[in-house]
């Protein structure tokens, strides 16, 4: 089966299950990663981080965890950085920023749990006391609103920060021929591994006129993987229900269990 992959930074991962698997990896990356200049906010944030005595923050991605890192070294702040981080509260929506404050020296004071979603991180924040604390709240490719809502009126004060944001690949052709794959049945399966590949693939899908046609290619002929509740979210809020979606989010049980679908799809017919 031909599996089309929208990942970017771990493309060659994942084909490299797919194959494992016996399929036909079809890579399109379908988000940019793009910095954003910001060393102004990190001064700032590193500023307040000074004036509050016990600050919570919160990091939704490992990505976010380096992005920081990388930006208070451009202006010689990373030992700062580090201390300020050392007496903090650090919460970590999952397994990733938690390895990245490691390779920084640090550990994580709190961690959601399974399928690390926003109402996990929640979930890990009521927790702490939030009432006289200023809460710092990392995030990254886009600002989680229901996160940022939350917890306003919660606790003694919030900033935000966003380091990266996510676009669309420079070159969107690729992806205007995936549309045209999937039509044709051409494309037997999709994995999608983050929320914003979704977005973008049904915004290049309506560019084209071709939004319905998609949405009846996956209704009709094509499987659809997604990682966890997240992308499965985000999938659905776009007219769409994934066939599978692993018990762990992870990129491994994932494909493993879309091979495992397919088989049992198979033995069924």
């Known amino acids: 089966m031909r599996v089309a992959l929208l990942e970017g930074r771990k493309?060659?991962?994942?084909?490299?299950?797919?194959?494992?698997?016996?399929?036909?990896?079809?890579?399109?990356?379908?988000v940019r990663q793009q910095p954003?200049?910001?060393a102004d906010e990190v001064l700032a944030l590193l500023a307040q981080l000074e004036r509050e005595t016990s600050p919570i923050i919160v990091f939704s991605s490992g990505l976010g965890v380096s992005a920081l890192f990388n930006e208070a070294r451009k202006v010689d702040r990373s030992i700062e950085l580090k201390e300020a981080l050392q007496r903090s509260a650090t919460v970590c929506r999952g397994p990733k920023p938690v390895a990245a404050l490691k390779r920084e020296g640090l550990e994580a004071s709190v961690r959601a749990k399974e399928p690390?979603?926003?109402?996990?991180?929640?979930?890990?924040?009521?927790?702490?006391?939030?009432?006289?604390?200023?809460?710092?709240?990392?995030?990254?490719?886009?600002?989680?609103?229901?996160?940022?809502?939350?917890?306003?009126?919660r606790c003694a004060g919030l900033q935000e920060?966003?380091?990266?944001?996510?676009?669309?690949?420079?070159?969107t052709l690729p992806l205007h021929q995936l549309v045209r794959e999937l039509i044709a049945c051409r494309v037997g399966a999709i994995a999608f591994t983050s929320q914003v590949q979704?977005?973008?693939?049904?915004?290049?899908?309506?560019?084209?006129?071709?939004?319905?046609?998609?949405?009846?290619?996956?209704?009709?002929?094509?499987?659809?993987?997604?990682?966890?509740?997240?992308?499965?979210?985000?999938?659905?809020?776009l007219g769409v229900a994934p066939h599978v979606v692993p018990e762990q989010p992870k990129i491994a049980a994932m494909i493993e269990s879309l091979a495992r679908y397919v088989s049992q799809q198979k033995g069924a017919a």
Not at 161 to 171: I, R, T, V
Not at 214 to 222: E, G
């Open 198 to 237: 979704a977005r973008h693939l049904f915004s290049i899908a309506a560019d084209a006129g071709l939004r319905s046609e998609l949405i009846s290619a996956f209704h009709s002929h094509a499987l659809i993987a997604a990682v966890g509740p997240n992308s499965a979210s985000a999938l659905e809020s």
């Open 116 to 153: 690390y979603t926003t109402w996990e991180l929640l979930a890990a924040l009521d927790l702490l006391p939030l009432k006289e604390r200023f809460v710092f709240l990392l995030h990254y490719g886009e600002r989680n609103l229901l996160l940022a809502e939350s917890l306003l009126g």
């Open 161 to 171: 920060l966003l380091l990266h944001s996510w676009a669309l690949p420079e070159d």
């Open 36 to 38: 954003r200049a910001c």
């Open 11 to 30: 493309a060659e991962q994942l084909a490299s299950l797919v194959r494992r698997f016996g399929g036909e990896p079809y890579c399109v990356p379908a």
